[in-house]
């Protein structure tokens, strides 16, 4: 079966470290985001891609990169850990249809704390 | 900013009765969508309404869509346990590609 996984599930880094968290999904879909998720703001977009070589900021992109060089991968950077970006990171995928919009398959998210 | 807001932001009910929640958003949008998220888990889709229908249902799942409002609700009758989860709405806003906007959900808790 098709999927997304995320990892690693649990992250502890320190402030100023350069973290990567990983996303792969077996769906073959375009369209990949990065959101994380925090009390009292529910899921805020980061980054998203809609293709190879595609990459797009989104609402909260400040100390985040993303590269996507192949239709199965979306790995999310943080340049320089800050306690700010402790949070639970949610990656997801759909299919690109032009004219429709279809549903998001999310991956199980890593919880990532910056110490 | 956030597109969506639901309401309210937490509900209790008993198994059997049926649990109403809602949702405002700002611009036009492509669709609305409805998500479950159990606790320490990711996303799941419930639930996808165009912008030009009015109501649409998947088994105890009615969502309705007002967009001369700019708002839905989700209605999940006969609930049961199993249904405690949060809820969230997500957009796809008109002419924007395919990201989803996601409110700040509900927090649906049903005791037996």
């Known amino acids: 079966d098709a999927e997304i996984t995320q990892s690693p599930r649990h992250k502890i880094t320190e402030t100023g470290r350069q973290v990567t968290l990983a996303c792969h999904q077996t769906w073959n879909h375009n369209n990949m985001f990065w959101y994380r998720q925090d009390l009292g703001h529910g899921l805020r977009l980061i980054h998203y891609s809609y293709g190879v070589h595609d990459t797009n900021k989104g609402e909260v992109s400040d100390g985040y990169s993303v590269s996507r060089s192949n239709t199965e991968d979306l790995p999310l950077t943080l340049e320089s850990a800050a306690s700010s970006q402790t949070s639970v990171y949610f990656c997801a995928s759909s299919e690109s249809r032009p004219g429709a919009t279809t549903e998001a398959f999310f991956g199980q998210g890593t919880r990532l704390t910056v110490v | ?112």
């Open chain 2, 1 to 112: 900013s956030q597109q969506g807001e639901e309401d309210p932001q937490a509900l209790s009910i008993q198994e059997g009765e049926n649990a109403t929640m809602n949702c405002s958003y700002k611009t036009s949008i492509n669709n609305l969508q409805w998500y479950r998220q159990n606790s320490g888990r990711g996303l799941v889709h419930l639930i996808l309404i165009r912008s030009n229908e009015r109501e649409k249902h998947s088994g105890r799942l009615r969502v309705t869509l007002d967009t001369s409002k700019k708002s839905s609700s989700l209605l999940i009758t006969a609930s049961r346990a199993a249904d405690t989860a949060s809820y969230f709405c997500a957009t796809v806003l008109a002419n924007s590609g395919y990201a989803l906007n996601f409110g700040k959900g509900t927090s649906l808790l049903v005791t037996p």
